[in-house]
């Protein structure tokens, strides 16, 4: 039985301490949430320490997280499966490299 008296048990969430991998999921699960309703870093941070006690501190932890590996998915995705040569001239010129 968890001994940790904050917020969460309050609202019946799982706890941080006794239970770090469903806290975790859990705030991941919010954070993406609140980017499909287009919500900016901040307004996420906001959001979760408002309305469900997330600490600021582990929402931008969790959000570095999603945010790291969906660059490293774009890359090994860009890897696989490169554009095709008349974007990637496209996206250049764009760039003014051409
Ligand atoms: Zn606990």
Redesign the pocket.
Known sequence: M???ADESQHNNLP?L??QPHSYIRMVQHMIERCILLRMTRDECVKALDHHASILPLVTLTVFSYILGFASVLQKKLHDIFPPPRSLERTSKRKQGLL
């Open positions: 968890c001994t940790h706890c301490h006794c």
